[in-house]
Structures are given as structure tokens and as C-alpha cells.
């Protein structure tokens, strides 16, 4: 951002923004603690992994390439009081990749389940054509691949959210029914390569058929799967 004073006098600035996640988890690693008193130093207190702890909901420091955060054992009144001087290594946080990189937007493209690191549903479906923000890293759980939502402790599946890409084996128009085709949305060809997302699912005529980039709740698009590969 730059800012400009009544004498024409141009200052640039910038800042770096973190997106927070819960402001109570247990911590994963033990977690040293540090003050930044001076500059950084390493205190002689100590969390233990396993902890709950309290994290602040806005102060973070970097030094070098790590991040830091303020945090307390007691109480979220404690951790964003005017007085603590207690930070930790956001690396020692379920969530600390959250903190280390920028998460994406994009849209639902096939209600999705939430799952947790083991692949188990966690209860929590995302709506078709609803926003969410993840991380860009895909995991492997039980052989499929996930993205991990931004700030919670929930993996949905890649392919509902940024598709799986397929390549066509003949031309292929685009439907939006069984025996509807999609207005105004040419004709695939052989060899080209297609977003496609979730599972093929079957219409009424019995045939099964991929959605594909630019289906919306309004225009739907779909090509049948037996013109992939």
C-alpha cells in the first residue's frame, strides 16, 4: 500500500496476513516457550504435547523463517491480555501449516463430506456450489486424495473440489438432462482434456455422465463417461 502526506511525500508499505485458526487446540509437539523481550529468547517454560492450550486470535511474530504466537494454558482472556509475553512455535500446533501457507478459494462443485486425518466423516457436509477456503497440499488418506479445509481439522475430497482431469476418447456434446443438451456450450473433441468432478452419476435414461468446469446451479453441464477414457 503506499500513502501520501500533505507535503508529497510517498511512503510504501506492506503487510503480511495470517489466517487464524481455532483459538483453543491441543498442542501436537511439545512446545517450547520464548519471549520477545529484547528479541527472541527461549524461556525455561515448557507446554507438553497434548496440552490445550489458548492461542491469540491476532499477535504473531516471525523471526527468520519461523513463526511464532502468543499463547497461554489459562484462559483466551489471558492469552489477549495487555501482558503476556509467552510465545511458541506455531509449529508445535495441529494446524501449523495453516499459519506457513496461503489457502485458495474455490466453490463446491460436488457436496462433500468432511472427513478427519484418519478418513473418518466428521459429520459436516459442504454444500454444492457453497465457497471454501483449503490448503493447495493434496493428502493421501486411505488412498484417496484430500485437501485440508483452512483453519479446521476437515479434509474433503480433491476431486469435488478442483475436479480430476480426464481426456476424451470421442467428441462429446454437453447435456444438461438426459436428453437435453447444454445451451450455448460447444462440442468437446476427441483427445481433449476435461475438468470432471466427483464420482459419474446416472441419469434417468440409465447412462452415467461426468460434471464438468462451468456447471452451475442455473446451467448444468455434463458429458457422458464413456467418452473418457
Known amino acids: ?14 503487510y503480511q496476513v495470517f489466517v487464524l485458526a481455532s483459538t483453543k487446540q491441543v498442542l501436537a509437539s511439545d512446545a517450547p516457550t520464548y519471549s520477545f523481550d529484547g528479541g527472541l529468547k527461549e524461556r525455561s517454560e515448557s507446554f507438553k504435547a497434548g496440552t490445550s492450550i ?7 511474530r516471525k523471526s527468520g523463517n519461523d513463526v511464532y504466537i502468543l499463547a ?20 508445535s500446533l495441529s494446524g501449523s ?26 459429520g459436516k457436509t459442504y454444500p ?16 484417496k486424495t484430500y485437501y485440508k479445509v483452512l483453519g479446521k481439522d476437515e479434509y474433503v475430497r480433491v476431486t469435488n473440489i478442483t475436479g480430476t482431469p480426464r ?35 446416472k441419469f434417468k435414461n440409465g447412462k452415467k455422465y ?14 457422458k463417461a464413456v467418452n473418457f477414457r
Open 54 to 60: 489458548y492461542i491469540s486470535s491476532y499477535q504473531i
Open 167 to 201: 481426456v476424451l476418447t470421442h467428441n462429446a456434446y454437453v447435456y444438461r438432462s438426459s436428453y437435453r443438451r447444454s445451451k450455448g456450450y460447444p462440442k468437446f473433441y476427441k483427445n481433449e482434456k476435461v475438468i470432471t468432478y466427483g464420482a459419474a452419476v
Open 72 to 91: 497461554s494454558p489459562s484462559s483466551q482472556a489471558a492469552v489477549e491480555g495487555p501482558n503476556l509475553d509467552t510465545w511458541i512455535n506455531v509449529d
Open 210 to 223: 461426468y460434471k464438468i468446469s462451468g456447471c452451475t446451479a442455473t446451467n448444468k453441464r455434463y458429458i
Open 1 to 14: 500500500m503506499r500513502a501520501t502526506n500533505s507535503a508529497g511525500q510517498t511512503t510504501d508499505l506492506s
Open 128 to 143: 454444492v456450489y457453497s465457497q471454501i477456503s483449503y490448503l493447495p497440499t493434496v493428502h493421501q488418506i486411505n488412498g
Open 97 to 122: 501449516e495453516d499459519y506457513n501457507t496461503t489457502g485458495q478459494e474455490a466453490t463446491v462443485m460436488v457436496a462433500s463430506r468432511a472427513y478427519d486425518k484418519n478418513g473418518k466423516f466428521t
